[in-house]
């Protein structure tokens, strides 16, 4: 445990803020091969050609046999988007990926879900958290105050098909 935790701070001495792919260049210096093109392709579409800073993680005693993950903030001229993302080998040789965004609006969740055209509603989580479709992305939506914290999460089982 020692060892992926000290890799993930390595990352983050490692990081910059820079246009280019860091977590892919972190996940093939860390010796990452089985799902790299996968990273590569989820982590491209994830910061575009924009300024990007990572925190990465990965089993530096088995990179190829367990996730790699990271932490990306991606900044725009109206604010930043922290997404966190998964990449993980599975049984049947493909790669499982995940990833989050997050965003912080200055407005209502009303407001912030009339914003996502064809977006539709599901249902609320528990008590206060609007679940919203989003073509293959679900959306959460929890207010605080006269804000809202937008959550995208979407799972794509086989990665290497990206």
């Given amino acids: 445990m020692k060892k992926i935790v000290l890799a993930g701070v390595m990352g983050l001495f490692a990081v910059g803020a820079s246009a280019e792919n860091i977590p892919y260049e972190q996940a093939k210096k860390a010796g990452l ?6 990273i590569k392709k989820i ?21 190829n046999g367990s996730a790699f993950s990271a932490m990306i903030e991606r900044n725009f001229s109206d ?3 922290l ?9 049947n040789g493909s790669c499982y990926v995940e990833y989050q965004k997050i ?3 200055n407005k209502s969740c009303l407001a912030a879900a009339q914003g996502l055209e064809g977006a539709k509603y599901k249902a ?6 609007a679940v919203l479709e989003h073509g293959t992305v679900s959306v959460y939506l929890i207010p605080n105050g006269n804000q809202c ?3 995208r ?7 290497l098909a990206l």
């Avoid at 982590?43 to 990179?63: L, Q, R, Y």
């Avoid at 997404?83 to 049984?91: I, L």
């Avoid at 999460?153 to 990665?159: A, H, L, R, Y």
Wanted: aromatic share 6%; with cysteine; hydrophobic share 40%.
């Fill in 153 to 159: 999460k979407e799972v794509i089982m086989d990665g």
């Fill in 103 to 105: 965003v912080n609006f």
């Fill in 43 to 63: 982590t491209d579409f994830i910061i575009e050609d924009g300024n990007a800073g990572a925190h990465s993680f990965w089993n530096t005693d088995n990179p």
């Fill in 124 to 129: 609320e989580l528990n008590k206060e958290v």
């Fill in 149 to 151: 914290t937008m959550v």
């Fill in 83 to 91: 997404t966190n993302v998964t990449v993980a080998p599975t049984t």
């Fill in 33 to 38: 091969t089985k799902c790299l093109p996968a």
């Fill in 79 to 81: 604010g930043t988007i």
